[in-house]
Each structure stands twice: as C-alpha cells, then as structure tokens.
C-alpha cells in the first residue's frame, strides 16, 4: 500500500508549488536588477563537472560533501566517480575563466544564480539542493573590487527587504598573521583555519580539543588562540598579537580599506572587523566576510577574495574576488507581499453551456493578448455556483459571465469578485476594459 513518504522528495530537497516558486522568481529578479545595475554580466555553466575540477578545491571537510556521480556503461562496474555535482559557483566560474580568457573583458564581472548540491546534512535554512546567488570580478586585485562585491550584495539584501543584516569581515592574511604570532608551522596552518571556523557551530573547548588532537597544535597555543577569537574584546586583542606579524598587518589593513571604501554607503552597525570569522574553505587569500541577520542560524550570504584558483585549474593566473546570497536563508526572513495575495489568473470566463463554449474561448484569447492573465472554465458541471467558487479559488479579481441571456444581447457581465458588483458590457469591448480595471492597483 502506497504512504505519503514514498511521495516525499529526497530528503535535502523541495518541491514549489505555485506561489513560493513565484516569490522565489521575484526574489531572483530583484537580485539579477540590482547586479545589472553594477554591471555584472550573466553566466551559465552545467550542473555537473569533472571530480577533478571539483576536489581539492573546498578542504578536507568540503570535499566530503561533493555529490559524486559513479562512471556509466562499461566502466560502471568499477564503483568509480568520474563526475560530481557542482558544490557551489565559484569554481565552475574559475574554470570558465581559464577556459575563455581570452575571449572575456578584464575585469571579468559576472553574476549567475542556479542550484548547487552538497552531501550534508539537512536541518534549518540546510538543504542539498540550494540556489546560489553569486557575483565575482576576475582579473582585479585592487582592493575596489572587494568593496564593490561587498556593496553589490548589501544592495541586493537592501533591495530584498531583509531586517538588520549585518557584514562581519576579516582577511585571511590576518589569520595567518595570528597563526604566524602563535608560532603555528605553515604546514599546520590551513588544518588549523578549518578547525577554528566551526566555532560558530561548537563549543570553544571542542575547538580547542579538536585543534590539540586532530590538527597537531600545543594545549597552550590553542587554547590561546581561542581564548583571543572568542574574547568580548576579541577586536582589540586581536589588533594587538598582530603588531609583530607582517603578514597580519598586511591583512588588517585589507580589512580597514575595505570598511573606508565602503562607510559612505554602509551604516556602521552593518559592517564591521570580526576577528573569528574564519570561513575554512581553501580557495581564500585575502578578504572574507559573511552577513548574518536575526532569526536564522548562520550566514545569509558570504565571499571574500580567491588570487591563485584560476592558476590552480590550469589556466593563466588571474585575481579574483566575489560572493554569494544564500536565498533558501533570506526567503524566511522578508516579507513578500504578492505571495500573500497569490492569484494564478487576474479574469476568470464562464462557460455556461456548449453553446456558449467557443465564444467564451474566443474572449478569453483576446483578454490574454491585451495582456491579461486568464483562465477559462474547464469543469464538467455548468452550474453558476460551482463556477464562481472555482474563480474565487483562482484568485480572480474579476469573473466574465456569459450565458444564453448575454449572448442573445451580444454582451457579458463582467463581476468584480471582491465586492460583488456587476456590470453590463458589450462582448466586443470586454478584453479593453478588463485590461484597463485589471492595470488599475486592486483595492
């Protein structure tokens, strides 16, 4: 016996119905507007590529997390991957870029809004199948390009309606420069960063245990490491291990430039240096933020700045810098008012009896090419009552009603289903009128 379950999708994974996919489509519109008006460019690339594009680009941890896809035919048998869904945008894009280089402008600045998969595991605002929204500028290393990555995306979050935002930055060079003041060995480094980028997530004495027993570092040294990002003043000591890094100079001055660039356009309570913003995937070099809001868990949207990805896919080094929405996390927090008053048709046409049929079918076409979306009856029972339930459940500002009596008097009866008026219009007039009355804003 078939159960409700076998009709679920995989778990990680949704249908839409009607009017969320609707406020999904706004949603991106609103996104690809504002990018357009920075001048990002749109790019496509396939939702799969090769595993050997993909791994070794994300960590140990994101690495785990690709949707492998096992060879086919004849090699089917090995248990072997050749393929992988794409884990995000980023490196397809790099991968492009070393493949038309030449045949693109410098900079480079594209944005592209498609779904990415990840094995993890589900939970709220966590999918395996997500849509990203992303922009990246290739082929600048001027700081100019992280502040206008950083105002796209404010824009777009402004643009959205999302409620008290906020951009918490930092510089991967002021981690390292804090590893380097630690006495941290290089090779130890990156482990590290992946380790202490979980303590948004885990308890700073798991950091401190994983950073001991997994990543090779001293007790005291991790400890202190934690103790210095998880501080009130975390801002200040940070600031102050740094002094004696050049490595971590170099890195807070990234972070300083980017908040002068960008504090004409950016209230300073929505941006700001955090100095445990770690972000663990391996691509990064120099600035990195993410952007968290009130009611979701973790980030609605981060980036930063990946110099050397390009080179490492084989093609003609380039800079590069960009960042990502995470709409499945912004959707929940804003309000859309269109979806609360959803409707699949604005005119709704009755068909009161086969021989009204043909000629319902023929207004409504003309009402459709005035611009007008509408529906025409399509149930077996011709009874009036069922027939208006059916274009109030249609969500039809206005319903066309046209039996033998208009039709003998060559015109319809055209009821506004919000207040239940009715007039009297000649059938040939009855398309202008409704795209006229619908044009207008409903009360």
């Known amino acids: ?68 896809i096992l060879r086919r035919g004849e090699h089917e048998a090995t248990g072997e991957a050749d393929l992988a869904l794409r884990y995000d945008l980023t490196v397809p894009l ?46 600048s290393s001027s700081p100019l390009s992280d502040a206008e990555v950083v105002l796209a995306l404010h824009d777009a979050l402004e643009a959205l309606g999302v409620p008290e935002f906020r951009f918490l930055i930092n510089s991967r060079q002021a981690l390292f420069g804090l590893l380097e003041a630690y006495g941290v060995p290089e090779e130890l480094g990156s482990g590290a960063l992946i380790t202490l980028d979980k303590l948004d997530k885990l308890s700073p004495d798991t950091v401190v245990s994983e950073l001991v027993t997994s990543r090779g570092l001293s007790e005291k040294v991790a400890q202190g490491l934690v103790d210095d990002l998880t501080a009130e003043d975390s801002v200040e000591r940070v600031r102050g291990e740094l002094k004696a890094s050049e490595t971590g100079q170099s890195g807070l001055a990234e972070v300083d430039r980017l908040l002068e660039l960008t ?30 809001a009130p009611g979701m868990p973790g980030s609605i949207a981060s980036g930063g700045r990946y110099d050397g990805l390009i080179g490492r896919l084989g093609g003609k080094d380039s800079p590069a810098c960009g960042g990502s929405l995470g709409i499945e996390r912004i959707l929940p927090l804003i309000r859309d008012e269109e979806a609360d008053r959803y409707a699949q048709i604005d005119v709704a046409v009755t068909v009161m009896g086969d021989e009204q049929a043909a000629d319902s079918f023929r207004l409504a076409a ?45 015109s319809v009866t055209l009821r506004d289903m919000d207040s239940g008026e009715q007039v009297q219009i000649p059938f040939d007039q009855a398309a202008a009128e409704l795209s006229r009355r619908c044009a207008a804003p409903s009360s």
Do not use: H
Request: net charge positive; with cysteine; aromatic share 12%.
């Open 263 to 292: 504090k004409d356009s950016i209230a300073p309570e929505r941006i700001g240096f955090t100095p445990n913003l770690v972000r663990g995937l391996d691509y990064y070099t120099g600035i990195i933020f993410e952007v968290v």
């Open 366 to 410: 003309e009402i459709r090419r005035a611009g007008v979306r509408t529906g025409v009856y399509l149930g077996s029972s011709g009874k009036f009552a069922r027939q208006m339930k059916w274009a109030s459940d249609q969500g039809a500002r206005f319903c066309v009603i046209y039996g033998a009596a208009e039709r003998e008097a060559g």
């Open 1 to 68: 016996m078939a159960t409700m379950k076998q009709f679920e999708p995989a778990s990680g994974t949704r249908d839409f119905l009607a009017a969320e996919l609707e406020q999904r489509e706004r949603a991106f519109a609103t996104i690809r507007t504002v990018f357009g008006r920075y001048g990002f460019q749109p790019l496509q690339t396939p939702a799969f590529e090769r595993l050997d594009v993909l791994t070794g680009k994300y960590g140990d941890e994101g690495d785990k997390l690709i949707f492998k």
């Open 94 to 139: 790099a991968r492009a870029a070393a493949a038309y280089g030449s045949q693109l402008p410098s900079p480079y600045k594209r944005y592209a809004i498609a779904p990415v998969w990840r094995a993890d595991r589900p939970g709220k605002g966590r999918f395996r199948e997500f849509v990203q929204c992303d922009l990246d500028i290739v082929g």
